[in-house]
């Protein structure tokens, strides 16, 4: 049994020791946690739960992660090229931009970092589906140019999208970076 253990404590153990800095962005209405949907958004009181847990299972991994959210589209952009020299990676929900912010995604590609776009729910799910939005499906702008997409998972999408971010930048060949691809 000890042994088992041991082989999933290695599975677990990140690649890298860098201490990598992850830029978390939460869009419009996200400040609404706690008031939203239990069935889709789950027990998260507030966005200062969420931005504790993500922060707090980044310390876990050894990496720092900063915390940014704003019910305006010019400070989401203000902060993104503030951001853009200092952090590693980002994860953002665009939450109430999902649909149209070309603005957000542009910026968010010309810092030519990885970008794990994270959802509490499942846009891809019907609105009647457990997990779906109520106008869902809907299609987000963001998906086409991210690294990666969890979504569907309530807070869990965003550890999800920690983890395979700080995994996928302890990996050298990440996205052909160790591979002479570029």
Do not use: C
Request: aromatic share 6%.
């Amino acid at each position: 049994m000890a042994e088992a253990a041991n082989v999933r404590e290695r599975r677990l153990a990140r690649p890298g020791a860098r201490r990598h800095r992850i830029a978390l962005i939460d869009g419009p209405n996200m400040s609404n946690l706690g008031r939203r949907s239990k069935k889709v958004y789950g027990p998260i009181r507030s966005l200062e739960e969420l931005h504790t847990f993500v922060r707090e299972a980044g310390a876990a991994l050894g990496v720092e992660v900063e915390t940014f959210a704003s019910n305006y589209e010019g400070a989401l952009l203000e902060y993104i090229h503030a951001s853009a020299e200092r952090v590693d990676g980002y994860i953002v929900n665009p939450a109430g931009l999902t649909t149209q912010s070309e603005a957000m995604r542009h910026a968010l590609e010309e810092t030519d970092k990885p970008v794990v776009e994270v959802h509490f729910a499942n846009l891809h799910a019907a609105g009647t589906s457990p997990r779906g939005v109520p106008a869902g499906p809907i299609v987000s702008r963001f998906s086409p140019t991210a690294t990666g997409v969890v979504m569907g998972l309530r807070h869990y999408s965003y550890l999800g999208a920690l983890v395979a971010l700080v995994w996928s930048l302890d990996d050298a060949d990440f996205l052909g970076a160790g591979l002479g691809g570029g």
